[in-house]
């Protein structure tokens, strides 16, 4: 009965190490959790319909697209089970890379082209920070030369699906060295500047 109690406990110890490690690798998966920098007073959030009308929130995204396409309203869903970005974005862009998301510049380098500006179906790769392991988007639409739209997974840790999410580039040269991502819970800019490599561009190419 003893050698039964014994070894009941010592699976509980190595179930709750398990639960633990596992906690901390999904919290160091990508580059959240992230803090809204403020909460406009209005609750407003990014524009949807023509993007050519004035926004009514001055913290909003703004749209420098001359067409009537409408701009995709940021919203979170949740996917079947916990996702991570990696396997979301290879899902959703024809980059066959693998590894930690800040890995993939450096893995990308003499198999696809990269850049400092993005394009539609390009993948946004932020730097290692802190327990961070880096995070990557995909873009789906360019709002103007510093702004975009991304989808994503687990940006704040929950392993949900991000889409349509605004991101700002606050980089002093244009360069998208370091961005903003709009905060969909709280409706405002997030309060972090994420150092970013680039994008990762589809295709066969060279760095």
């Given amino acids: 009965m003893t050698d039964i109690r014994n070894a009941a406990r010592q699976t509980m110890r190595i179930t709750a190490l398990l639960a633990g490690l596992l906690g901390t690798f999904a919290l160091a998966g990508c580059a959240g959790p992230e803090t809204p920098a403020h909460i406009p007073s209005d609750g407003a959030g990014p524009q949807t319909g023509n993007p050519n009308k004035a926004a009514t929130d001055p913290a909003a995204p703004k749209s420098v697209w001359q067409d009537d396409q409408p701009r995709p309203a940021p919203r979170i869903v949740h996917a079947g089970a916990p996702l991570q970005c990696v396997p979301y974005a290879r899902r959703h862009v024809n980059i066959s890379l693998r590894g930690a998301a800040w890995t993939w510049w450096s893995a990308a380098e003499g198999r696809y082209d990269r850049g400092r500006q993005p ?6 790769v932020l730097k290692r920070r802190g327990r961070s392991l880096g995070h990557i988007a995909v873009v789906t639409r360019i709002n103007g030369p510093r702004e975009i739209i991304v989808d994503h997974a687990n940006w704040l840790n ?33 309060r972090s500047a994420y150092p970013a490599y680039g994008f990762i561009y589809p295709g066969v190419g060279e760095s």
């Fill in 119 to 124: 394009q539609v179906g390009s993948v946004l």
């Fill in 158 to 190: 929950r392993g949900r699906i991000h889409l349509g999410t605004p991101v700002r580039d606050v980089s002093r040269n244009n360069d998208w060295s370091a961005v903003r991502v709009w905060h969909t819970p709280g409706k405002t800019w997030g």
